[in-house]
């Protein structure tokens, strides 16, 4: 068996990119330089990653200010507004507003990944998105589309994305759907969700594919549905809720998905005790019968420090290289 | 003469208020080592009466100081007792940071650290009562990172000390409404945090004599309702317009008999709520039939501090108005 690891999404800003961003923000450089700042920063990001094993790597996305942000600033009909709290963080994201249907201007991924795929090599490069069921559950729909027609919408556009991203050279795709670890998301909106999911990957062959849901783990009736997603990965926040993590998985595997599991905390700044999360991961793998594995982090590194985010990029590529030592797996490092 | 708070829809607020640009200027000194606390106090006062002035236009009867020294709810309260350090930057929103705080060692009460602003709001506040308003144990637990205590109930424990402490400190000064601030809560709606928080709550408002509020907003306060409502406070301060009321059934059903402050305007909207509006908003909550007007109290959801001062002073004016006009109605 397989086992790789990957940081599940953005990066905290080091000081250097606070700066540039509100020079930008009050006009004392230009967009060029900004472009310039946030490519070398993200290069500090990608070559941590790299370095530190893992086999997919992240831009580390430092210029969104949200997860939905870079999207909803390439739409029509689509802006953001108030600031609302996300999830359970001490973080707000601004909450995007639908006039109409909305329409891409340009396209987020393709550029970013012709950008830093080269430079992530050995790795392979990974791209995220928001699925389009959070993305429009968090949203305010003050379009005349109901709430299924705005979410498929808006998976369009994702799909876009991805196959953009994809031809560019992207090597895994992992859609986010914190939402689907609400404990108010009933089974018909797991089952929209997983619709949407497939619609944006229907076509999309050669590279990995992830949806991943975090800050919680998802009641059983709505993983039992993300079960027939067509990823080929699911992708679970363990260390949250270790025990009903384990639950759900011990219970209901990972349905001939590949699975990935969020191990190292990332909204604490404490190192992450490895020799506990290797026996969670032992209490996990004696019923696990897939080809590959990964290991990840719970969340996004943008909820702690930038010198933390950077220290647990680290403690996950530790952890990657004990568990494979200690269960006799093949650490997969690189993929291009 | 003393104010007189109205019998019916008092109309009070949750405690921040657009920071004045003084405060700002005063916030980023301290921080830069130019300015000692002292002078930071002095500093910020021009910026407590301003906010005190944008309250008296618009009539609110129960005051704050607009928590205009604090830079964050967790951060100021942090730089301020023992056992913490103060951390590194995260992103609290946009290209907006907090320095959010660390546990290093076991945390302690050292001076006062609200009451000079108390204190100064008092005496400007036309004898208007002033909020003391601190942030709850359990929000400035969540929103910390701790490296000292690894086990939650010991942290919030003695954080709920150190918060009691202060608490003496504003009642010996006078102060006859303290109110807890725990916007963390319902993030993380579980039984077990409820529970956690009375034992909190317990330490801090054992035998005391002034109103005591909790204010919990957003989240899905729902799912806890049961578990709180037995909170040893005689006011559940909530917010409400943002989530179109639907708290409210959830009280009715759980036999709510505490006093209400519920939230008329929302406070991440820049548009302003027409009086009409805010009418309404009075009467969906009366026509839950769960508190009677002498036990309702009128207020926006949350702090205003995220609205420009010109839409927050308006939404404020609206909001006294249909008060005014729900106590000729009921």
């Known amino acids: 068996m397989r086992v790789w690891g990957s940081v599940l999404g953005g990066y905290a800003r080091s000081r250097f990119v606070r700066r540039v961003l509100r020079d930008f923000e009050r006009g004392l450089v230009a967009f060029s330089d900004l472009e310039r700042s946030i490519v070398e920063a993200s290069s500090v990001i990608i070559g941590a990653q790299v370095s530190a094993g893992l086999a997919y790597v992240v831009d580390g996305l430092l210029d969104w200010h949200d997860i939905f942000r870079s999207f909803v600033s390439s739409w029509r009909n689509v802006t953001p507004t108030g600031l609302l709290r996300y999830f359970d963080n001490n973080f707000f994201y601004r909450i995007p507003l639908f006039t109409g249907e909305p329409e891409a201007t ?7 990944v012709r950008l830093y795929s080269r430079l992530s090599e050995p790795s392979g490069f990974k791209v995220v998105i928001p699925g389009p069921f959070t993305f429009t559950s968090m949203s305010i729909n003050a379009s005349k589309a109901s709430f299924g027609e705005l979410a498929s919408s808006i998976a369009r556009l994702l799909e876009s994305e991805v196959r953009g991203a994809v031809e560019s050279g992207a090597s895994m795709i992992q859609i986010d759907e914190p939402i689907l670890s609400d404990p108010d998301i009933k089974k018909d909106d797991a089952i929209m969700a997983v619709e949407l999911i497939n619609s944006i990957i229907r076509d999309i062959k050669g590279v990995k594919t992830i949806l991943s849901v975090y800050f919680d783990v998802p009641s059983s009736s709505v993983y039992e549905v993300l079960l027939n997603s067509r990823v080929d ?24 998905h590949c699975g990935v599991l969020g191990l190292i905390n990332a909204r604490t700044i404490y190192d992450d005790d490895i ?22 982090t719970s969340t996004w590194l943008d909820l702690i420090p930038y010198d933390y985010s950077l220290r647990k990029t680290k403690l996950l590529g530790l952890l990657v290289e004990r568990i494979a030592r200690s269960f006799n797996l093949e650490h997969v490092w690189r993929v291009s | 003469m003393a104010y007189s708070v109205p019998r019916k829809f008092p109309t009070t607020i949750v405690g921040s208020y657009p920071k004045m640009p003084q405060a700002l200027e005063a916030i980023k000194k301290r921080k830069s080592g130019e300015i000692s606390e002292e002078e930071f106090k002095e500093i910020v006062k021009p910026a407590i009466r301003e906010v005190v002035e ?41 290209n907006e940071y907090f320095r959010k705080p660390i546990v290093i060692g076991r945390v302690e009460w050292i001076s006062p650290m609200t009451l000079d602003h108390w204190l100064y709001t008092t005496s400007i506040s036309q004898d208007r009562p002033v909020k003391g308003i601190l942030t709850g144990p359990y929000t400035m637990m969540e929103w910390s990172f701790d490296l000292y205590y690894r086990d939650r109930r010991e942290l919030i424990i003695d954080l709920a000390k150190v918060i009691r402490r202060e608490v003496e400190e504003l009642i010996k000064a006078g102060a006859q409404y303290i109110q807890v601030d725990e916007p963390a809560l319902s993030t993380r709606p579980w039984r077990e945090d409820a529970e956690l928080l009375k034992e909190a709550l317990d330490i801090i408002f054992k035998g005391l004599e002034a109103k005591r509020i909790i204010h919990i907003c957003f989240g899905r306060l729902e799912r806890i309702i049961p578990y709180i409502l037995d909170y040893p406070v005689d006011q559940f301060d909530l917010e409400m317009k943002n989530s179109n009321f639907r708290l409210l059934p959830y009280l009715k059903e759980y036999g709510f008999n505490k006093e209400l402050a519920f939230g008329v305007v929302d406070v991440h909207s820049f548009q302003v709520e027409s009086i009409r509006e805010i009418e309404e908003a009075i009467d969906t909550v009366m026509r839950a039939d769960i508190v009677n007007p002498e036990k309702a109290y009128v207020k926006p959801d949350c702090g205003l501090k995220r609205l420009p001062r010109d839409i927050a002073r308006a939404k404020l004016k609206n909001m006294v108005e249909a008060a005014r006009r729900a106590r000729e109605k009921y």
């Open chain 1, 106 to 112: 340009r396209l987020v991924w393709p550029p970013r």
């Open chain 1, 233 to 256: 990965c699911l992708s679970l926040d363990i260390i949250d809720a270790p025990k009903r993590a384990l639950d759900l998985i011990l219970g209901r595997g990972f349905g001939g």
């Open chain 2, 54 to 94: 944008d309250y008296l236009w618009a009539g609110v009867d129960i005051i704050s100081d607009g928590e205009q020294a604090r830079e964050d709810m967790v951060v100021y309260f942090a730089e301020r007792m023992r056992g913490y350090s103060i951390g590194d930057w995260v992103r609290v929103f946009d």
């Open chain 1, 275 to 296: 020799s506990r999360l290797e026996d969670i991961f032992g209490s996990i793998i004696k019923g696990y019968s897939g080809e590959e594995i990964g290991l990840t």
